[in-house]
């Protein structure tokens, strides 16, 4: 009697096959899993960067200056509760100001701050100072 060989794969064959693809559609899945990640991640920071450039840009359209130090306040955007601190300073120069405002994400209670903005504003945008309350 004789033995045919059959011209196929053997079990052996097919369960290194398959294993192999898994191997291979877990690394996309987990690439695309940390791509999703970090487009939140740029979004968060890219929202927070417009939070601190609208407050400089309400700072120097409001044409006064407010009192020097610290403050703090929440805005909304991109249907989130943001938290800025604005700190202002004098400077070397009596006609320009120091400005750093510091954004933070407030819904998550997060202290590590999303975006930080240095600006200056000139006497010449100000026409009338704050003091103190």
């Known amino acids: 009697m004789r033995f045919c ?13 398959l294993g192999i693809t898994a191997f291979g559609i877990t690394a996309v899945v987990k690439v695309v899993g940390n791509s999703a990640d970090m487009v939140e991640e740029l979004e968060t920071r890219m929202l927070a960067g417009w939070v601190a450039s609208n ?23 991109g249907g989130r509760t943001w938290r800025y601190q604005q700190v202002l300073e004098n400077t070397d120069d009596p006609d320009i100001y120091k400005v750093e405002i510091t954004v933070y994400l407030d819904d998550d209670g997060n202290e590590y701050p999303l975006s930080n903005l240095l600006g200056f504003l000139a006497r010449r945008e100000i026409t009338e100072v704050r003091t103190a309350p």
Not at 8 to 15: A, D, K, R, S
Not at 60 to 75: A, E, K, N, Q, T
Request: proline share 3%.
């Open 5 to 17: 060989r059959s011209a196929g794969f053997t079990l052996i064959e097919i369960m290194v096959a």
């Open 55 to 77: 407050r400089m840009s309400e700072l120097r359209l409001d044409r006064r200056l407010p009192s020097i130090g610290s403050r703090s306040d929440r805005v909304e955007m």
